[in-house]
């Protein structure tokens, strides 16, 4: 449930390096639906649970990574209050028209923090060809989960410089808050968890001297039976697993990683506590980070933390 006027992560493109490979296994095995493709042949997906036109692009490069995550907003006034904040904050502002390369939004606001990434804001997107039922609905419409069976884009992780100030925007700009933190012994911040709802994340930073890099898109699963699931699928598909199935610490959520084809990190994730805004913030020290992020090992493991695209 979104606690203020900026409602959810709706839509990331990702750059991906081979699109035939890359998209057999975004559908086939992590389940997400088909939309359509664009005039310059980047494809669109969604989750089988998402109500909106897509939520994931993909773009052929020759280079994986991010290259752009979008905010929905609850309206056109919040749309131009963000617009103003943002301009306030010191980020120029682009604006993107409707219907343009993102076929089904309406218009964008884009902004390129500190940490070198791009984030937009929209409020207007078309619904989706095939989404949830709402009249006597059952629990899917005519073609089943696949796959993993991933719900919905959930949150994504972004490594870059002065997330200090990138996590401030976030509050003050988006109206998020934070509901954990991990401050380096002179207390300084290194990693953030951010969120507008309550869920214990939409989008976390971790300090990161190369700007614009990501770390890893979540996609929501059910519960801890389809992330072990998850993991049987990683096996019979012979993909490259980072770790778990395990869980997490921070935000309790239940959790693996591993790489998709084009080498992007991708975590299906279930559960996580509830986050409020008058909670007391969870903090965390950087010599119990691997407890945090691992608890049941309790160890960090190095690839975790140096592979980034």
């Given at each position: 449930m979104a606690l203020n006027k900026t409602l959810r992560p709706g839509l990331i493109q990702l750059r991906v390096l081979d699109l035939d490979k890359t998209l057999s296994f975004y559908k086939d095995i992590l389940g997400l639906n088909e939309v359509g493709r664009t005039a310059d042949g980047r494809v669109m997906l969604?989750?089988?649970?998402?109500?909106?036109?897509?939520?994931?692009?993909?773009?052929?490069?020759?280079?994986?990574?991010?290259?752009?995550?979008?905010?929905?907003?609850?309206?056109?006034?919040?749309?131009?209050?963000?617009?103003?904040?943002?301009?306030?904050?010191?980020?120029?502002?682009?604006?993107?028209?409707?219907?343009?390369?993102?076929?089904?939004?309406?218009?964008?606001?884009?902004?390129?923090?500190?940490?070198?990434?791009?984030?937009?804001?929209?409020?207007?997107?078309?619904?989706?060809?095939?989404?949830?039922?709402?009249?006597?609905?059952?629990?899917?419409?005519?073609?089943?989960?696949?796959?993993?069976?991933?719900?919905?884009?959930?949150?994504?992780?972004?490594?870059?410089?002065?997330?200090?100030?990138?996590?401030?925007?976030?509050?003050?700009?988006?109206?998020?808050?934070?509901?954990?933190?991990?401050?380096?012994?002179?207390?300084?911040?290194?990693?953030?968890?951010?969120?507008?709802?309550?869920?214990?994340?939409?989008?976390?930073?971790?300090?990161?001297?190369?700007p614009g890099k990501i770390h890893h898109i979540g996609f929501f699963l059910q519960d801890w039976n389809d992330v072990g699931a998850a993991a049987d699928l990683i096996g019979k598909n012979r993909l490259k697993l980072d770790i778990g199935p395990t869980r997490h610490a921070i935000t309790r959520g239940m959790t693996i990683y591993f790489w998709e084809p084009s080498g992007n990190r991708i975590e299906t994730y279930a559960g996580g506590y509830t986050a409020y805004p008058d909670n007391p913030q969870r903090v965390w020290d950087t010599d119990s980070l691997g407890r945090g992020l691992f608890y049941y090992s309790g160890e960090l493991i190095d690839s975790f933390l140096q592979i980034v695209t």
């Open positions: 969604k989750g089988y649970d998402e109500f909106d036109h897509h939520s994931v692009t993909l773009r052929l490069a020759d280079s994986a990574g991010f290259d752009s995550a979008a905010f929905k907003v609850d309206s056109h006034e919040t749309l131009e209050q963000i617009r103003s904040a943002a301009q306030a904050f010191g980020y120029a502002v682009d604006e993107v028209p409707p219907n343009t390369d993102q076929p089904g939004f309406g218009k964008r606001y884009g902004f390129k923090l500190c940490t070198g990434h791009r984030l937009e804001v929209y409020c207007d997107v078309e619904p989706a060809r095939q989404r949830p039922m709402i009249k006597n609905p059952d629990l899917w419409g005519d073609e089943p989960p696949r796959g993993m069976r991933v719900q919905r884009l959930d949150h994504f992780l972004l490594f870059g410089p002065g997330i200090s100030e990138a996590e401030r925007f976030c509050t003050e700009v988006l109206g998020m808050f934070v509901p954990e933190i991990c401050n380096t012994p002179d207390g300084k911040r290194l990693a953030t968890w951010i969120t507008s709802s309550n869920k214990p994340h939409d989008l976390a930073f971790v300090e990161y001297p190369e």
